[in-house]
């Protein structure tokens, strides 16, 4: 299995409910990132764990609030959103976090893509 | 801080044609340098990498070469084809420190479109 999978595909919700992302991968990755994209924007960096402990933070705001459960799986908490939050939200995931470029390389999955009304 | 700029889009060429997106960076140190696609409505696929200068990255007809001399790395594909319809980006990830190695930094992206 050499794939990151995320659910729901698409998620719509209003600027009071709570939702989750889901991110899931069996390839015995360690790191685990999660990136969000705006419409025709490249993909900024959120959050980073590394052996499921939060290793980056990029000043996110505390209204998104990861999780790493275990060694598969990545979360994204959400609640208040704003529609200006309203983009794609990639997760990602690489052997291990480490200056080695072979053992970096992050894998990407398809995304959720997340319409905050 | 690291940067990377690549050519501003979007792209559109005749089916067979020549392509060539260009990309320069801006990095401390030796930079790991990739290029990645997202076709409409997926997620980030890499497409080639590089990790150390006048390495040549390939992959699917893609190639592209890391040249530290002019800090470029630039996508080429000979012969394009409908099916190569994407958005390409430019990326380094750097080596000079934990959190630099952490990140991806990304180009703001080239949209390619390939006519029939």
């Known amino acids: ?117 | 801080g690291d940067s990377v700029t690549q050519m501003e889009g979007p792209v559109t060429l005749s089916e067979e044609a020549f392509l060539t997106i260009n990309c320069t960076y801006t990095a401390t140190g030796y930079p790991s340098l990739f290029w990645y696609v997202q076709y409409p409505g997926e997620g980030l696929q890499l497409l080639l990498k590089a990790t150390k200068a006048d390495d040549k990255g390939s992959n699917k007809g893609f190639e592209a070469t890391y040249r530290k001399e002019t800090t470029s790395f630039h996508l080429e594909k000979g012969s394009v084809q409908v099916s190569d319809s994407a958005v390409y980006f430019c990326a380094l990830r750097g080596t000079t420190g934990y959190s630099s190695a952490s990140k991806i930094i990304f180009g703001s992206g080239t949209r390619l479109s390939i006519r029939p």
Not at chain 1, 17 to 46: I, T, V
Request: glycine share 4%; net charge positive.
């Open chain 1, 1 to 117: 299995d050499t794939e990151v999978t995320q659910t729901p595909k698409h998620l719509v919700m209003g600027m009071t409910n709570k939702k989750s992302l889901k991110c899931e991968q069996h390839m015995g990755h360690r790191a685990m990132y999660w990136y969000k994209q705006k419409a025709k924007k490249p993909p900024e960096l959120m959050f980073v764990y590394s052996y499921e402990k939060l290793s980056i933070n990029e000043s996110v705001p505390s209204r998104f609030s990861p999780e790493c459960p275990n060694s598969s799986l990545l979360n994204l908490h959400l609640h208040a959103l704003q529609p200006e939050d309203s983009a794609l939200y990639l997760c990602a995931s690489s052997r291990i976090l480490d200056r080695i470029s072979s053992y970096n390389e992050q894998f990407f999955g398809p995304g959720t893509r997340l319409t905050v009304l």
